[in-house]
């Protein structure tokens, strides 16, 4: 089963928020023996998954009260892995697009239940309509990667300068149930919604992004996981056949931008006090806003560097 490093079986990222101390009072750091449960849990966990690298941060009292990498970024040329090193965010940019859709909507920019042809014609009308909290969701009825062409879909090769460009793979499929009435997991309703996000932003997707949610939660180092570029720090891509480890296929994850192709760095943009639920996160003010929030992201078919926030 593919799994990756940036790319790797499972890349944790490890963050602990606690309330932002009194101006005077001294930041708490982690004990010697505190860092070594930490450092021998982490270990243990990523050889039980055959993990060649990770790494980790641990905020308290709103600084980074430790951070550090683990294995390798290059397995083949032995590049360590370090709080710079930067990961594939794989489905973990999900929520990222679903908090970006739901600040249209707190702007009244969005209407999470018109139908999305008023903000994304690019997909044509089914037989039932679709709204954005179906897309986010995940009870749109639009399909995840299946059928004959299912691996071609999940290592992309062609290059989309848009969103809305690649939805030119899946407009012409039937819905696979009706919308709202069951969830199916689906990372084509995620590309979806960036092109909705584009129309009732009127803006390029990841522009907004940056301007709406990277830039106001300090994440600077966040920026499009575009394989063509020289992207410093980035780590390579494994998957593992058996229990031997070899290199990715190569992906241009631009066919499913607005459903995981961000890359990260983890040690650095994981600054405490931009994760304490006032600057990053959902905004569900109400019941229906909070039946807009998407459920746990469940994609394992190619397990990229993704950050399990536990």
């Known amino acids: 089963m593919p799994i990756t490093l940036l790319k790797i079986r499972y890349l944790f990222l490890a963050i602990v928020i606690v ?6 009072a001294q930041p708490p750091t982690l004990t010697a023996n505190q860092l070594a449960s930490i450092r021998g849990l982490i270990q243990k966990t990523m050889d039980s ?8 941060a641990i905020g308290l009292g709103g600084t980074i009260a430790w951070s550090e990498g683990f294995g390798y970024a290059d397995v083949e040329n032995q590049v360590r892995a370090t709080p710079a090193t930067a990961y594939r965010t794989a489905s973990i940019g999900k929520p990222m697009t679903a908090t970006a859709a739901l600040a249209l909507s707190e702007r009244g920019k969005l209407d999470l239940t018109a139908p999305i042809q008023t903000y994304c014609p690019a ?15 995940h009870s749109s009825g639009i399909r995840h990667y299946e059928g ?4 071609a879909e999940a290592f992309n090769s062609h290059h989309y300068d848009h969103v809305s460009d690649a939805i030119e793979l899946i407009k012409r499929d039937p819905l696979k149930l009706q919308p709202g009435t069951d969830m199916l997991y689906s990372t084509w309703g995620y590309v979806v919604l960036g092109c909705v996000i584009e129309g009732a932003a009127h ?8 301007k709406t949610i990277f830039d106001p939660a300090g994440m600077s180092a966040t920026r499009d996981d575009d394989p063509r570029a020289l992207i ?16 990715s296929r190569w992906s241009d994850m631009s066919s499913k931008m607005a459903a995981g192709g961000w890359i990260y760095r983890s040690g650095l943009d994981s600054l405490p006090e931009r994760l304490d639920g006032r600057r990053f996160g959902f905004c569900a003010h109400d019941e229906e806003d909070a039946r807009a929030v998407p459920a746990s992201p469940g994609n394992h078919r190619q397990l990229r560097p993704r950050m399990v926030h536990r």
Not at 232 to 247: I, S, T
């Open 49 to 56: 998954h055959l993990a060649p690298g990770a790494s980790f």
């Open 203 to 210: 803006q390029e997707y990841r522009s907004f992004m940056r």
């Open 19 to 24: 309330p932002p101390l009194a101006a005077h």
């Open 148 to 151: 004959p062409n299912a691996d």
């Open 123 to 137: 997909y044509p009308a089914k037989q039932w309509p679709i709204t954005a909290r179906d897309l986010i969701s």
């Open 232 to 247: 410093p720090n980035r780590a390579k891509g494994y998957v593992l056949e058996g229990d031997v480890l070899k290199n």
